[in-house]
């Protein structure tokens, strides 16, 4: 059995109350790790131990701490394999998806804003020839970071960099349900030197640990990752105490594709957005709106392809689809397959458990499904399934795809595919999501605004936006 650790004022520890949560593989359904349960006095601890190394912190050269923050980079790539192991485990990915994608991109979140922080520049504003006003970007103090379970490493870094790469101490939760990169993340701070207390991280339920970094008083800013309605229990604490709040939140993302689509890039780009991670991706295509002249042709080898995908053990580099994060989440997915038939729609592959033999049988394992006939106004369509289903809906003219794509409450991401540049164009301009692909999906670029508009948050993460959300603007204005 496996013992996770807090990592809190530079030392590793359990929580102070004695407790832990039982953390499952979900490739075999399994307990092999305990996790801390930690409560509110461990979030104490933990900004007892932020507020005191923080003005050493941020008065840092930026060169030291870009230094420290790459050396962590670099030590994360050095346990690569162990990492990568780590989060499949945890999580029920593909071991080699984790090693191709969610790790090499946790070490370049922290090589990005250790980085990006020695080419800063401040604006400054000349009043006539009266005054002189310049712009001082400076670190808040403690910042909170919490993450979802989903893509582990990768989101709990892409806020944890930026924040102590502008010179914030942080304390950071990640999912209880998938705590096991996050630990070994402690242990690469410890080795590569970053100094005590310039990050903690908890772990522990939302409804503990959570709550506590929202409610605590010498947190001034959260960052979060999660579901819609964390993220509304969320702001309903922050913004009375006037916290500064990026929230990254749910979707429901449309696909467009048009009949002038380069028809073999589209389908297997297609198939990678509607099924990466099991689903599991806030980016993934999940309503897949197809012109009427290309449609049937587009289903059938769409169909073809979803069933040759091979839902299996993580750690076969043959499995396209792993498990499932939880058997909750698994029952979650399945009853949403249910709703899709009762409301009307035919289940054209998968949507079923599937029992695997040998060490993944009692894991939670559910094959793609594709799903038509449904109408886009039907709950399937309409709330966040987060998993491997999909909906295909034939349209026929740009309005009414646009009205079909822009008709949920969530607006994060799109795919657009065709060949006519001017439509590319115009129908990114008409989707109210925060981030639209044309041709490609999940292409990033960290230097770019990350986040969505409507229900999917508030807020922007990346680049600059995220090293502002860091930091307080403050304007001196002196008297020529
Ligand atoms: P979740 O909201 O249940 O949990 C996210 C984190 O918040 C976890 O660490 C959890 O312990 C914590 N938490 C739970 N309740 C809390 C509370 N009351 N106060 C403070 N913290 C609390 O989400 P999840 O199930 O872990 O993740 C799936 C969701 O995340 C999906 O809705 C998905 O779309 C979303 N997501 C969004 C993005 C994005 O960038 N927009 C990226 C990934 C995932």
């Known amino acids: ?23 499952h593989e979900p490739a075999t359904g399994n307990v092999y790790a305990q996790a801390p349960a930690s409560a509110g006095a461990d979030v104490d601890a933990a900004v007892d131990a932020a507020k005191r190394a923080f003005p050493a912190w941020c008065a840092t050269e930026a060169e030291e701490r870009s230094r420290l923050l790459r050396r962590v980079a670099d030590m994360i790539e050095e346990r690569l394999e162990e990492f990568a192991q780590a989060e499949s485990r945890d999580n029920g990915k593909p071991v080699w998806l984790a090693r191709m994608v969610d790790i090499p991109r946790a070490a370049k979140n922290f090589r990005f804003f ?10 400054a504003h000349q009043t006539d020839d009266i005054a002189l006003n310049y712009t001082l970007q400076q670190p808040i103090g403690v910042a909170g970071c919490i ?20 010179g914030n101490c942080v304390v950071a939760k990640p999912s209880e349900i998938t705590p096991y990169s996050a630990f070994l993340l402690s242990q690469v701070c410890i080795e590569a030197g970053l100094p005590q207390g310039v990050l903690n991280i908890v772990h522990g339920l939302g409804t503990d640990v959570g709550t506590a970094i929202t409610a605590h008083p010498d947190i001034p800013a959260i960052s979060f990752t999660g ?34 689509c380069d028809f073999e890039e589209t389908l297997v780009t297609v198939l990678r957005s509607a099924f990466s991670n099991q689903g599991e991706i806030c980016l993934c295509g999940s309503r897949i709106f197809v012109e009427r002249s290309l449609y049937d042709r587009f289903r059938d080898a769409f169909v073809e392809r979803v069933r040759a995908l091979v839902v299996g053990d993580p750690l076969d580099d043959a499995t396209g689809q792993g498990a499932l994060v939880s058997a909750t989440h698994m029952e979650k997915v399945l009853s949403y397959i249910a ?32 799903i038509e006939g449904l109408p886009f106004t039907c709950r399937t369509n309409q709330e966040e399934i987060f998993g491997p289903v999909v909906t295909l809906t034939p349209f026929d003219t ?9 008709s949920t ?28 692909w044309v041709n490609c999906w999940m292409l990033r670029d960290l230097r770019t605004p990350f986040g969505g508009v409507k229900q999917s948050g508030v807020g922007r993460e990346g680049g600059w936006e995220a090293l502002r959300f860091f930091t307080e603007a403050k304007n001196v204005c002196i008297k020529l």
């Open 227 to 260: 579901g819609t309605a964390t993220g509304a229990s969320i702001a309903r604490t922050a913004a009375p105490m006037f916290k500064k709040l990026s929230l990254e939140l749910g979707g429901k993302n449309p696909t467009l594709i048009f009949a002038d």
């Open 114 to 123: 250790a980085t990006a922080i020695l080419h800063t520049s401040s604006e």
């Open 339 to 370: 709703l899709a038939r009762e409301e009307g729609g035919t289940v054209l592959c998968g949507g079923e458990r599937i029992q695997l033999t040998g060490r993944c049988e009692d894991g939670w394992f559910v094959s793609p499904a594709v």
């Open 409 to 436: 409450s969530y607006g994060l991401a799109a795919s657009v595919w065709t060949s006519d540049l001017r439509r590319a164009h115009r129908v990114a301009a008409a989707l109210h999501m925060g981030i639209v």
């Open 1 to 23: 059995m496996l013992y996770i650790q807090n990592y809190i004022d530079g030392v590793l520890s359990e929580a102070l109350t004695g407790t832990w949560l039982a953390v």
């Open 147 to 166: 993450s979802p379970w989903n893509l582990p490493l990768y989101l709990f870094t892409w806020k944890i960099a930026p924040a102590l790469a502008a």
């Open 398 to 406: 740009e309005d009414e795809l646009l009205a079909m794509a822009n």
